[in-house]
């Protein structure tokens, strides 16, 4: 080779290097067992023995020995200890909800003992459907050997995290089997296209911004409001000309003002809050977001100042109306760790964050609490935020299915929070697993003016 060649040679071996399955994954062991079948063995070796006594047959008195053999060396062996390396490429990475996404998962063996049988599986999120595909594997792997695991899922709006792979492997007698968890996370963000509402949901005015909030006060608007003596200085687009030329009296036209108010979308993503009682139904946590979504862009048409606030994991965007303000809300629902599809992994003080947000508001604000109801914690920052003169509206998707005895106490449980939050004057708009968001907030608006 010469040496022009040697340099295209390094540097081939150098991006090498640099691929993710080249780096040894960390690696948990989490059990170690032993396959069912050996303990057929071990009781064919009792009947076996048994019969050849009863028998008198030398074949069946010979044959245990031979399996008490194999089963005394059992023991000694054991399997190797796995070095392996993960990749894993979606495509898309950032798809459109709904979307297909495929998905290459490369294992790679690091180390230099062949792993005669290894079966690897892809830890899929929840709540991600695969479609086609298979995300299992079983395979051999000699050193330096590579398998990939290909299939494709559906994408659902949010940021969804890939935590890494299980391995079983085998020793070559295939007599113990030792089961890993190979970290290898990887996030897959799905953007936020939410449609808007089509019926507010603000409970009154609370600042005095330009804007489409209604109130009874009158003043500058497109929307009449009353008729009032002409004073000196009234604007003449104002004066009611038909009046004037029917009566021959001045007066002058009122319309309604319309404000936009402050709202803060709180949403509750504490571990509590990713319980349901139906596992095959999206967690509520989803739906929160998913309603805080469309209440945001809602809003924003509205042209009302939207901010976005935490309980649990903390995130803190303050209220805004801008275009900018709008993208950066979308965003952080889809790439945010806070807003991440999976339980977080600590618990994070009620209290403390329920105050956090009462030092963030520089001004009278709507909150709109996103949160299943899942524990009577929830009524802490419910309780504080009212009594500092903010107004609450409870936003509560429904985890909970009548099916089963557990299921039927925790809907009671839950009916019970309501009972009480209503006690408090706070709103709760009730959102049920087989309804959308838009039925359940039309019901409930329908409720208030009842």
Known sequence: MSLLEEPDEETETAEESTEPERELAPLRLIDTHTPDYWNVVGGGVMIAVGLGIIFQTAALLL???VAVGILAVRPLSQPPRPELGI????TPESPDAGETVTIETTVRNLGDSTLSDCRFADIVPDELRVTSGSPRLATRLEPGETCTLEYELEAESGNHQFKGVYAVVTDQMATREHEYELAGPTQLNCRYEPEPLDIPVVRRLTTPYAGRLATDESGEGLEFYAVREYRRGDSLRRIDWNQYASSRELTTLQFRTQRSTSIVLFIDLRQSAYTRTDQSE???VDRSIDAASRLLVTLLDENHRVGIATLGPDYWLAPSDTSTHRTRALEAFSTEPAFSSGQPDNAHPIRLRAIQLLQRLTEP???????PLTDDKVEVPIQLLESAGHEVTVISPDPTCMDSRGGTAAALDRQSRIDRIHGYGVP????GADQSLDVAVARTMEGWSG
């Open 365 to 371: 604000t709507q909150i709109l609490l996103c949160t």
């Open 87 to 90: 990749s894993r490429s979606l």
């Open 63 to 65: 044959a245990p020995v």
């Open 282 to 284: 999206r967690h509520p």
């Open 428 to 431: 709760v708009i009730d959102w």
